[in-house]
């Protein structure tokens, strides 16, 4: 592990080269980010979060640069190499200290022998870049995966460049406020007297986009539970459940609680709201969101696609199923997703999307509503799922979403991630004959 006095640069080496094999960036950032310097974190986060946002790209300029591959033991060293070049191409730090600070982070990798080549990698890089990127696939110029590029000009031909422009940029930081406390408006004047620039969000009434990203810390009342950080795709699912008083409703998947704790805030009367989680260890966070907001729900670990472990029989008014899914319209968010999503993945997800529906769907009361919903863009885990699903299900009948935002498909709707924007997300309402 890395201590205090190493440079930002070689700690981000080794927390990419442990993204490189397997692990969640979310996970590793804020393990990596207590070894670097306070004034340094913003720097380490770009180029976490930028490196492995362009990752296809620049992975495939280094390997024309490389004569013969890196060992896996030395991946560190090789995402010292991406991660020079992303300082190169794609931000404001010159170049010249660019080339000269991630050389000199080969000292506090322990890996002298890298600095030569460090340094000659990155000099012909800085030498002959357009070059280098004539050379490069349609693909790997637009910094995706092959396999996924292909899907998106497959099933979006129209909008595929747009997902991808959008999917390497920075995301905006909205915010969604807890109407039980404050108004939109009112909310929007106590940012705009604490100096913090923000717009309302475009389709959702209770959203707040900011022009710069903050720490809650900065953001009047959070501790008290007016505003909870969330995009504004995901807060289009509490409306879409139509909710009213006396109902009792589920929210399938639910960690970290975002939605959990909207649906709460929407309506307030409602019998029951049951939280289902599989992973018992995120559990926790969905009661510290709960308890930040002054609402209560009826936490449970267990499987969505094994009701008989965990449902008391008692059927449900409402059901919000955020299914598993490739979470490709939150690659902005999560750029790790190049890295570990391949194109076998869709495949199992499709079958466990359609088993946690049909479990789910048997406690769901008759003239019940159930929300599919998924951070993803490709159809085959959208409508084509809930078309498969609505076949296999005699009592299901699609319900068309009458609505001012995404596209309508032939079950749902689709949104794709926005400049200054929502997510790419997808929903689709199905009732109980």
């Not at 981000?12 to 490189?20: F, G, Q, T, Y």
């Not at 406020?177 to 100096?195: C, G, H, K, M, P």
């Not at 969505?304 to 902005?332: E, K, M, Y």
């Amino acid at each position: 592990m890395t201590t205090k006095s190493l440079d930002c640069r070689a700690v981000a080496a080794r927390c990419l080269a442990k993204i490189s094999h397997g692990a969640s960036l979310t996970e590793q950032i804020p393990l990596f980010e207590i070894n670097v310097k306070e004034r340094d974190r913003a720097l380490f986060r770009q180029l976490c979060y930028g490196t492995l946002r362009l990752y296809p790209r620049l992975m495939g300029i280094v390997e024309q640069l490389l004569k013969k591959p890196l060992k896996k033991k030395d991946q560190d060293v090789l995402m010292l190499m991406l991660l020079g070049g992303y300082q190169l191409t794609d931000t404001r730090i010159p170049e010249h200290a660019a080339i000269n600070a991630t050389v000199a982070a080969t000292r506090d990798l322990k890996k002298p022998w890298a600095k030569a080549l460090v340094n000659a990698v990155l000099r012909q890089w800085q030498r002959q870049p357009e070059q280098l990127l004539g050379k490069l696939t349609k693909a790997n110029i637009a910094a995706h995966p092959e396999w996924f590029y292909q899907a998106l000009h497959k099933s979006w031909p129209q909008h595929a460049t747009s997902i991808m422009e959008q999917n390497n940029q920075h995301p905006p930081m909205c915010l969604r406020i807890n109407q039980q406390f404050v108004s939109t408006e009112d909310y929007l004047e106590r940012l705009r007297q604490a100096n913090i620039p923000a717009d309302p969000c475009s389709y959702s009434p209770v959203g707040i986009r900011l022009q710069t990203a903050v720490s809650v810390a900065d953001l009047p009342h959070f501790s008290e539970g007016w505003v909870s950080v969330q995009d504004e795709a995901a807060q289009l699912a509490a409306p879409l459940l139509q909710l009213s008083p006396g109902q009792r409703v589920l929210d399938a998947c639910c960690a970290p609680g975002g939605k959990t704790c909207h649906i709460l805030e929407t309506e307030a009367q409602l019998t029951e709201v049951v939280a289902l989680d599989i992973d018992e260890r995120r559990i926790p966070r969905v009661a510290e969101n709960l308890q930040r907001l002054h609402l209560s729900a009826n936490l449970i670990a267990g499987d969505a696609a094994h009701a008989d472990q965990w449902w008391d029989g008692v059927g449900f008014d409402r059901i919000l199923l955020d299914a598993p899914c490739s979470a490709t319209g939150v690659i902005r968010r999560n750029p790790d997703i190049k890295l570990h999503r391949s194109v076998s993945d869709i495949d199992k997800l499709c079958e466990l999307q359609i088993e946690i529906l049909s479990d789910v769907w048997r406690t769901l009361k008759p003239g019940g509503k159930l929300l599919y919903a998924t951070c993803s863009v490709l159809p085959a885990e959208n409508q084509e799922t809930v078309a498969h699903f609505c076949r296999l299900q005699d009592d299901a009948k699609h319900v068309i979403i009458e609505a001012d935002w995404g596209i309508p498909c032939d079950y749902g709707r689709q949104l794709f991630p926005q400049g200054e924007g929502h997510d790419g997300f997808y929903y689709a309402l199905i009732e109980k004959a």
